[in-house]
């Protein structure tokens, strides 16, 4: 028998948190186990991080090896993130949900774009746009209840007019999130363009992804429609050096893009100000490193969301939103442990004391760069004083 003891604020649900909790063989517990402890964890501790915009399987070329899939979603572990909807990869990672010792994954099967509409390899190209429905529902029954689209990206075949348009006339999208809902699937669109987003709220979309062209019209339809938005600050982050890069062949392309990036903590100022459900995203995999959730937290806490506002889009909030229960009394939880409350400061969730994925701390090998390389963790507490004999009142209220 082994017995993990957690001390300090446990916060399984939102506002619901107890002093102390104990891991029987790995069960959560909240009665004290006659057994004394092997190990005393002390910290605030909330639910594995969501992040809700993630490749994993995917590199910048498009899909990945197997074993750098693994490493992406061990490096997103030992972030703290231990549920994550993966926003489309090429390589078709189901085999990985049957690992137990890597985060839990919400796929999104593959990107659907078009041919020199998207970056290369990374989607699913349709040639005619009204395969657009069928390819779906295809997507739909690969899936884990999610379906990607991008909705736009520059058209380049207008040379030096060149901009960001939509992907997918105004009915086929229609008919596309239709087929979606009909499978039983959500549907999120990557839309950094301004003209893309009515097509996708008449269609009936569910989430946008990065929205960075939201006009306050559109975000009032979008609260009204009760779509979430995932603001992507890393992503949106790029978008000067994606402007610098562009600006000499398509100076009407980088213009807009260079105003986004400009405009992006305004956007998620005014996001937030409207009653947006924000949701955690940090857009890993392609172009930006895996494992930064605790930096995209901060950026959305430099745009003016408040911390604590932050902490429930990254934990209770967005698992919910994803349709996962609360944890209870009786899980192998998945458990972020920190030395502070991460809503005194963001940057609490820079540095994990511990993770504990079901219901076991997981061994904590940081990997920095394409291979494997094991850095020492903050260590855990470790104590060997005597417990504190005084009655545990658990203040659970699930
Ligand atoms: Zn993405």
């Known amino acids: 028998m082994s017995v993990l003891h957690l001390r300090g604020h446990i916060e399984l649900a939102d506002g619901v948190f107890c002093s102390e909790a104990w891991l029987v063989d790995e069960v959560l517990t909240v009665s004290r186990p006659e057994r004394r402890p092997d190990r005393v964890l002390d910290g605030w501790v909330v639910p594995g991080l969501v992040d809700v915009h993630c490749h994993i399987g995917l590199v910048a070329t498009g899909a990945s090896t197997e074993q750098v899939a693994v490493e992406q979603a061990i490096t997103n572990r030992d972030s703290g993130v231990l549920l994550i909807r993966d926003a489309g990869s090429p390589l078709d990672t189901r085999?990985?949900?049957?690992?137990?010792?890597?985060?839990?994954?919400?796929?999104?099967?593959?990107?659907?774009?078009?041919?020199?509409?998207?970056?290369?390899?990374?989607?699913?190209?349709?040639?005619?746009?009204?395969?657009?429905?069928?390819?779906?529902?295809?997507?739909?029954?690969?899936?884990?209840?999610?379906?990607?689209?991008?909705?736009?990206?520059?058209?380049?075949?207008?040379?030096?007019?060149?901009?960001?348009?939509?992907?997918?006339?105004?009915?086929?999208?229609?008919?596309?999130?239709?087929?979606?809902?009909?499978?039983?699937?959500?549907?999120?669109?990557?839309?950094?363009?301004?003209?893309?987003?009515?097509?996708?709220?008449?269609?009936?979309?569910?989430?946008?992804?990065?929205?960075?062209?939201?006009?306050?019209?559109?975000?009032?339809?979008?609260?009204?429609?009760?779509?979430?938005?995932?603001?992507?600050?890393?992503?949106?982050?790029?978008?000067?050096?994606?402007?610098?890069?562009?600006?000499?062949?398509?100076?009407?392309?980088?213009?807009?893009?260079?105003?986004?990036?400009?405009?992006?903590?305004?956007?998620?100022?005014?996001?937030?100000?409207?009653?947006?459900?924000?949701?955690?995203?940090?857009?890993?995999?392609?172009?930006?490193?895996?494992?930064?959730?605790?930096?995209?937290?901060?950026?959305?806490?430099r745009a003016g969301v408040p911390t604590a506002e932050v902490l429930r889009a990254a934990t209770w909030q967005t698992r919910r939103y994803l349709g996962v229960p609360d944890i209870h009394p009786g899980d192998r939880p998945g458990l972020v442990v920190y030395a502070a409350d991460p809503r005194s400061d963001i940057k609490v969730l820079q540095r994990p004391r511990a993770v504990v994925l079901g219901g076991r701390i997981t061994p904590c090998t940081r990997l920095a760069g394409p291979s494997l390389r094991a850095v020492p963790c903050p260590e855990p507490v470790r104590t060997s004083a005597p417990l504190r004999s005084e009655t545990v009142r658990p203040h659970l209220t699930m």
Not at 206 to 220: K, R, V
């Open 95 to 301: 085999w990985l949900q049957q690992r137990r010792d890597l985060p839990h994954l919400i796929r999104s099967g593959t990107h659907i774009a078009r041919p020199k509409r998207y970056l290369r390899n990374f989607g699913v190209d349709l040639e005619d746009v009204n395969q657009l429905p069928d390819e779906v529902r295809k997507q739909a029954r690969r899936g884990d209840g999610w379906v990607k689209l991008v909705a736009d990206w520059i058209d380049r075949s207008d040379g030096a007019a060149a901009d960001l348009k939509p992907l997918w006339p105004n009915e086929v999208l229609a008919e596309a999130v239709a087929v979606a809902h009909e499978e039983g699937a959500r549907v999120t669109a990557h839309a950094f363009a301004t003209e893309s987003i009515d097509g996708l709220l008449d269609a009936g979309i569910d989430c946008i992804e990065h929205g960075t062209g939201l006009t306050a019209q559109q975000i009032s339809r979008v609260v009204s429609q009760d779509v979430a938005v995932t603001p992507t600050l890393l992503q949106v982050g790029q978008f000067a050096s994606i402007a610098e890069q562009a600006a000499a062949k398509y100076p009407q392309y980088a213009a807009r893009m260079r105003r986004m990036f400009d405009d992006r903590y305004a956007q998620v100022r005014r996001l937030h100000a409207a009653g947006v459900q924000l949701l955690v995203g940090t857009d890993a995999g392609g172009t930006i490193e895996h494992g930064l959730i605790a930096q995209e937290c901060a950026e959305l806490v």
